[in-house]
Structure formats: structure tokens, C-alpha cells
């Protein structure tokens, strides 16, 4: 997504020193990088984003805000990047991340029939929890890493290309002023 269409629907510095529930946080939540979008904080956030999503944890909004913020990136695109695992997803993902960690530690999968209850899932987790969180670890940390260094390339990518056509237009009019 472009800079621009970013920049549309993130608010504006002054728009968020306006509300007033804010004001409970102090000054950190003011800070330039948690709002603007330079290749660092932009970078970053889809790492925090990322990484946070695979973990399987309540809150993970939460816990995204605040690595944001202690890591300095954008805060909106870190705390929506944590809905990469929604209702909807989550299944999926969580069980690829169980398969890699069961593979890591060379663990033979288990087959499970599932039942959406929590004695089940007590039990379950009981067998799996090991797999299942080495596997949420090492599929956050590889998706977050590949997120901050595709955004971070594309950055560069584009800076290069606006540099480029500005070049060519210098030269230009150069050209057809001399």
C-alpha cells in the first residue's frame, strides 16, 4: 500500500494530541516514530505485528502496542498486523506452527479428534504444549523477519524508482531548457 493511502488513515499528530483519553498515557504515546511512517518504523512494525500474532496469547493487541512502543515503530500497522490470526485463521496457523515445532524437536504428530471444549483443551495441550509454542516462536520470529525485510526492500525499491524518475525529469528539462 502506498505511502500516501497510509498516511490517509493514520491520524494526523495534532488529531491525536486531541483526544483526551490519551492523556492518561503521558508523552511516550506522542512519540514521532509510534505515528509517522519512515522505512524504520514501518519495517519494524510488521515485525512486531507479525511475531506478536503467533503468539498464542490473550491480548496480543495489547502486547503489540507496547513492543511498539518500546521499539519505537508504528503503533496502528503493529497492533492491526496482529490480526493475521483472527477466529478465522487462527486453526490454520496455530496448527502449522505445531507441525514445525513438532518437526524442530523431531516429535511425531498427534493425531487429534477436535472437540471445542475446554476439557479437551486442557487435555490436548497437555501432549502438544511443547511443539505448539517452539512452533509459535520460530513461525513468529521467521514471518515477522520476512515481513520486516520485504517492507523494508520494497521501501528501498520505491525511494530508488522516485529517485530515478526525478533524475529523469531534471534531465529533462535540461535538455529542452539549453
Not at 487462527?90 to 498427534?110: C, Q, R
Not at 509459535?136 to 521467521?142: E, M, S
Request: glycine share 6%.
Amino acid at each position: 500500500m502506498p505511502k500516501k493511502a497510509l498516511k490517509s488513515l493514520v491520524p494526523s499528530a495534532a488529531r491525536i494530541r486531541e483526544i483526551k483519553s490519551l492523556h492518561v498515557l503521558g508523552d511516550w504515546i506522542y512519540a514521532t516514530n509510534l505515528w509517522h511512517l519512515n522505512r524504520y518504523s514501518a519495517s519494524m512494525a510488521f515485525f512486531v505485528g507479525l511475531f506478536v500474532a503467533f503468539l498464542p496469547i490473550p491480548g496480543q493487541m495489547v502486547v503489540a502496542a507496547l513492543l511498539a512502543v518500546a521499539m519505537r515503530c508504528n503503533l496502528p500497522i503493529s497492533v492491526c498486523l496482529v490480526w493475521v490470526t483472527n477466529p478465522v485463521t487462527m486453526p490454520a496457523l496455530y496448527f502449522a506452527a505445531y507441525k514445525v515445532g513438532a518437526l524442530i524437536i523431531n516429535e511425531p504428530l498427534t493425531a487429534m479428534k477436535f472437540e471445542l471444549n475446554f476439557h479437551w483443551l486442557g487435555s490436548q495441550l497437555a501432549h502438544i504444549w511443547q511443539p505448539f509454542l517452539l512452533g509459535c516462536l520460530v513461525c513468529g520470529l521467521f514471518f515477522g523477519s520476512v515481513g520486516y525485510f520485504v517492507v523494508s526492500m520494497l521501501w528501498r525499491w520505491r525511494v530508488s524508482v522516485h529517485w530515478t524518475e526525478r533524475k529523469r525529469k531534471r534531465a529533462a528539462r535540461l535538455k529542452n531548457a539549453g
